[in-house]
């Protein structure tokens, strides 16, 4: 292969220049006169340097920023902020109980994220971040804490129940009827949550099956990823008649949306609702402050309030 | 409306548009200028986040990434935080996400340019870097712009990622779609109205001024 040598010629620092570009043996040689390229000509629209220089240091400054924001570690929760992990069917509850803390603590803040406990369970052993655990299954605590993953012992709050719900303008009578309500011709959907990771949607297959209606209804089922979403499928009529929890249904947002039927409590088995605070927490004071709050007398008073049965003191 | 959120979306956005920045243009000019036999092999794999579910690349940036994974440990061990439901797991993921949207602009741009002038400013002297800077990039620019805005875009309205590595955790992860999401679960159809309406007026604004600008067209798509 012949290779081509370039090499550039001496000449003024004026925009000509002289290029000679020869061969291996040098036996041939080329002279060639390079006029500057006229590149950019009216393409690049930011010749004027003022807006090449404030546009470099505009940019310079959102890099800056962005660093400063990413390398000072912002994102670290201050260790006054509680993060708790709670089962979907606390979301207007545990509102209630954060509400109330916060006059009594008012140093405290808490934020609260609402999923299913099974993602939640996920979660933890991917290394989440939370502080404290409420879940619909005290199973999902008890596992945790077989792993080490929890401080102090794993606490009983509640004990859930599950209800038939149908928007107010169904024209089935669900009290009257019951669970005999989902065989009705109207209903076409019936919502609850993901049986595979929501503790709610697991007791509502097990209700359906005991009370002998499930084979019938299986083909209507459509599941929502947490209890709430399934209580928000009814709520907006996407679906005709959902299996909610109790404490969603008689809250404000729901309570006057629609009508219930209390599910026998022998048709499914015992919703025992647990937590745990985690071993990885900054906040173990908070933590435990907020534990005490929600076992407490005022906090059994609020669960009750959102229709959970309590455990003995 | 949750300022939070937005706050947090907006600086996702950025951050994730100037990393691929960074990173981008070195890989998309490879793209444009190599010609190795298996670049195409590279080429799929720039593309595959276009049609991935977001949740698979959720999933396996949360294997990749987490305690469990060589990248998590090394991270953990250096910074003494994990990588998944932090905000900076959230800029890896989105990065990822919003790749094909930065790099196959900037590589159809690239391809654009005459060769001629690039060798002819090699010819005058000029080394492969200075030349990247000032020939072709300049002369690449909508294109670089379009994947600017297209990266910046997309990583507003990603969900599915966000989701799966995030842990919607308030002020940390839990970015706009996130929290419209959570809103809705929470029977707050006003609020997540509100949140809503506002992320597309935003997006809207952004792409109408970006096109604006730059009004002669530029193929997005490489056009081999």
């Known amino acids: 292969m012949r290779r081509i040598v370039v090499h550039r010629a001496r000449g003024d620092a004026s925009s000509s220049k002289i290029l000679m570009l020869h061969d291996q043996s040098r036996m041939n040689r080329i002279y060639l006169n390079c006029q500057k390229p006229q590149v950019g000509i009216n393409v690049v629209n930011i010749r004027n340097h003022f807006v090449i220089i404030s546009t470099w240091l505009s940019f310079g400054g959102v890099i800056l920023a962005g660093f400063g924001a990413f390398a000072a570690g912002e994102d670290a929760t201050p260790p006054a902020v509680l993060t708790v992990a709670a089962a979907a069917d606390l979301r207007f509850a545990l509102d209630d109980l954060v509400k109330d803390f916060a006059e009594q603590y008012p140093a405290a803040k808490i934020n609260v994220t609402y999923g299913s406990s099974g993602n939640f369970f996920a979660q933890f052993q991917n290394g989440a971040p939370f502080d404290l655990f409420f879940s619909a299954d005290i199973e999902y605590p008890r596992k945790l804490a077989e792993s080490g993953l929890g401080a102090d012992n794993v606490f009983l709050y509640a004990i859930g129940c599950i209800v038939v719900w149908v928007p107010k303008d169904s024209p089935v009578a669900v009290d009257k009827l019951g669970i005999k309500a989902l065989l009705e011709p109207s209903i076409h959907k019936i919502a609850v949550a993901n049986p595979e990771h929501a503790p709610y949607g697991r007791a509502a297959v097990a209700a359906l099956r005991a009370l002998n209606v499930y084979d019938q209804v299986a083909s209507r089922l459509v599941y929502g990823e947490n209890i709430a979403q399934t209580a928000q499928f009814v709520q907006s009529g996407a679906a005709d008649a959902g299996m909610l929890a109790l404490s969603l249904a008689v809250a404000p947002q729901m309570r006057d949306a629609g009508r219930f039927w209390k599910v026998p409590l022998d048709a499914y088995p015992r919703m025992e609702q647990g937590g745990i605070i985690l071993k990885s927490s900054k906040n173990l004071e908070t933590a435990r402050a907020f534990r005490d709050f929600v076992l407490g007398d005022h906090g059994r008073e609020v669960l009750k309030r959102y229709g959970f049965y309590l455990p003995e003191k | ?224």
């Open chain 2, 1 to 224: 409306m949750d300022w939070r959120a937005i706050e947090l979306s907006l600086r996702l956005s950025t951050l994730t548009t100037l990393l691929l920045l960074i990173l981008g243009l070195p890989l998309a000019s490879w793209l444009a200028f190599s010609r190795w036999r298996w670049k195409f092999f590279v080429e799929a794999v720039v593309a595959l986040p276009i049609i991935l579910p977001p949740t698979v690349l959720g999933f396996y940036v949360l294997i990749a990434v987490g305690p469990h994974s060589p990248i998590g440990q090394a991270y953990m061990a250096i910074t003494g935080r994990g990588l998944p439901f932090s905000f900076q797991g959230l800029l890896v993921a989105s990065a990822l996400y919003s790749l094909p949207f930065a790099v196959q602009p900037f590589t159809a741009a690239m391809s654009t340019v005459d060769r001629r002038l690039i060798e002819a400013s090699w010819c005058l002297g000029r080394g492969w870097l200075a030349t990247f800077f000032r020939i072709t990039l300049p002369l690449a620019w909508p294109g670089v712009l379009t994947g600017v805005v297209l990266s910046f875009a997309h990583t507003l309205g990603e969900f599915g990622v966000v989701l799966m590595i995030g842990g919607n955790l308030s002020g940390i992860t839990r970015t706009i779609s996130i929290s419209i999401y959570d809103q809705v679960q929470a029977l707050d159809y006003g609020a997540a109205n509100q949140t809503a309406l506002a992320l597309l007026l935003f997006s809207f604004l952004v792409l109408a001024i970006t096109y604006g600008l730059q009004r002669r067209g530029i193929a997005v798509w490489p056009a081999h």
